[in-house]
Structure formats: structure tokens, C-alpha cells
């Protein structure tokens, strides 16, 4: 599931502040069509991501918005899904989610 809030507060003339904050959860799921039979050990657990943005929008009244944000803000080590060799004789993997990433972005509006 998902769940996300957002919240602005008007500047006047230097623009407004935007804060969003989202939040994703999910249970264990299965890598393997064929689940947990012929391919033991193909479930990853559940995990939380938690991710947040602050925009400071229409800068000056120019019609340029800068952003700043977080995705995976507490570190939160999960997998997005794998590979089942089992049934092949070969190990299985799981794929790994993106860390922890901080950026920013200008957006012109015209």
C-alpha cells in the first residue's frame, strides 16, 4: 500500500514552499512463478520506503520551481525481485532496491 501527504504554504511574492512526504509498504512476495514448489527459497521478505520532496515554486514569480529530495530516506535495505535457477540446478538471486538517493532539479515553466 501507499500513503502520501503534501502540504503548502504560500510566500506572497517570493513564491510558495511545497513539502510531500510518501510512504510504500509491502508484504513478502514470491520471485517464482511457480512460488515456494519447485523453487525453494524464491520469497523476499517485506519491506517500507519512505521518501520526501521540498519545492520551492515559482521562484520570485519568475515560473521556475527548484526541488530538493530523498527517496529511500531511512536506508532501508528491501529487494524488487530475482532470478529462480533452482529448478535449472543454478542459485537463485534476488535483485536489490535502490539505496538511499538525494538530488535536486530546476523545472522552467513557460
Given at each position: 500500500?501507499?500513503?502520501?501527504?503534501?502540504?503548502?504554504?504560500?510566500?506572497?511574492?517570493?513564491?510558495?514552499?511545497?513539502?510531500?512526504?510518501?510512504?510504500?509498504?509491502?508484504?513478502?512476495?514470491?520471485?517464482?512463478?511457480?512460488?515456494?514448489t519447485l523453487n525453494p527459497?524464491?520469497?523476499?521478505?517485506?519491506?517500507?520506503?519512505?521518501?520526501a520532496r521540498l519545492t520551492?515554486?515559482?521562484?520570485?514569480?519568475?515560473?521556475?520551481?527548484?526541488?530538493?529530495?530523498?527517496?529511500?530516506?531511512?536506508?532501508?535495505?528491501?529487494?524488487?525481485?530475482?532470478?529462480?535457477?533452482?529448478?535449472?540446478?543454478?542459485?537463485?538471486?534476488?535483485?536489490?532496491?535502490?539505496?538511499?538517493?538525494?538530488?535536486?532539479?530546476?523545472?522552467?515553466?513557460?
Amino acid at each position: 500500500g501507499s500513503l502520501f501527504g503534501e502540504f503548502t504554504v504560500p510566500l506572497g511574492d517570493p513564491g510558495n514552499l511545497t513539502l510531500r512526504l510518501d510512504a510504500y509498504a509491502q508484504s513478502k512476495q514470491f520471485f517464482s512463478n511457480v512460488g515456494d514448489t519447485l523453487n525453494p527459497d524464491t520469497v523476499l521478505p517485506s519491506y517500507k520506503l519512505v521518501n520526501a520532496r521540498l519545492t520551492w515554486g515559482d521562484i520570485l514569480g519568475l515560473g521556475v520551481d527548484a526541488s530538493i529530495f530523498a527517496r529511500n530516506l531511512f536506508k532501508e535495505k528491501y529487494y524488487v525481485g530475482g532470478n529462480a535457477g533452482q529448478s535449472g540446478g543454478l542459485p537463485n538471486s534476488a535483485n536489490a532496491g535502490f539505496p538511499r538517493f538525494i538530488g535536486g532539479e530546476v523545472r522552467v515553466n513557460f
